[in-house]
């Protein structure tokens, strides 16, 4: 006879998460149609002007003739190619250089002021600057995605990594384990959910600082049809562009939150 692994009060209890996990799925869905369904009764009402706010069946009429003319997908590229740049260049540099301030106490003492207020900075009015410097075009946008993404990942990262355990780094210490042992063997694996909350804010960063770069200096990318869009009053363009890159973030958001789940132990 085949052992229970779990209890009857344990199974109902998993159960009675399933559950609940499927109804915020279910009220999530019913409030985006919801939502959608009322925005498309307002414009063709004319209870709102669908020429100023578009439509959805606007919007998907929109999607629909940018991939006959074949230009949807290569501007989908164009963005999606920076932001994953972007993104990956900023998690790599903000990791680093978090390793390196938690290494060294003085330089965290000095530089810790200086990353505050960098944070604080406006990056649009940097936009200008970054065009003198660099030029216009992927480069540039790149930059862009980096300068507005990196801070934040220096300053979660380093919260991540002070956030350990002052008792299990004095037995690291007690034991005779060096900086590197005690960042390789506890630090790092200790600080992963910080790195997944890293990971997360990037994404959000990414996209606005690739959208912010097309915006300044592009001929592609869906911040550039959004640019356009505005200039020549197509708004269709504007709400269309808007709709893909909330499901191009919301997927990379996705694939972030699968890779936390099969990583990080849920306690």
């Known amino acids: 006879m085949k052992k229970e692994i779990y209890s009857r009060e344990h199974r109902a209890y998993l ?12 009220v999530r869905w019913f409030i985006l149609l919801a939502a959608l369904a009322v925005w498309e009764i307002l414009a063709l009402f004319k209870v709102i002007d669908p020429f100023i706010t578009s439509s959805p ?13 074949k230009t949807l997908f290569y501007n989908i ?33 000095v530089l810790e002021p200086y990353i505050v207020v960098l944070n604080s900075l406006p990056k649009i009015a940097l936009g200008p600057l970054i065009i003198i410097w660099i030029g216009t075009g992927y480069t540039a946008i790149v930059f862009m995605t980096v300068i507005v993404s990196v801070i934040l990942c220096i300053m979660n990262m380093l919260a991540g ?13 007690a034991m005779g384990a060096g900086k590197l042992t005690t960042l390789t063997k506890l630090v790092v694996p200790a600080s992963l959910p910080a790195f997944m909350n ?9 996209w606005i600082g690739s959208v912010m770069g097309e915006y300044i200096s592009s001929k592609a990318g869906l911040g550039n049809l959004i640019s356009y869009g505005g200039q020549v009053m ?3 363009l504007v709400m269309a562009s808007t709709a893909i ?16 789940r099969i990583t990080v132990k849920q306690y």
């Open 234 to 236: 197509r708004l269709d």
């Open 161 to 173: 990594f002070m956030s350990v355990d002052e008792t299990k780094l004095t037995l690291m210490k």
């Open 77 to 109: 590229g164009v963005t999606l190619a920076e932001t994953f740049t972007g993104f990956a260049a900023a998690v790599i540099i903000g990791y680093a250089v978090a390793v390196a301030l938690w290494m060294s106490e003085t330089a965290r003492a």
């Open 245 to 260: 890159l909330c499901v191009l973030a919301a997927a990379m958001y996705l694939i972030v939150a699968l890779i936390e």
């Open 198 to 206: 890293t990971l997360k804010v990037a994404v959000g960063l990414s």
């Open 57 to 69: 069946s606007r919007v998907v009429k929109t999607i629909v003739s940018l991939y006959r003319e």
């Open 15 to 26: 159960k009675k998460l399933k559950l609940k996990r499927a109804l915020v799925i279910l």
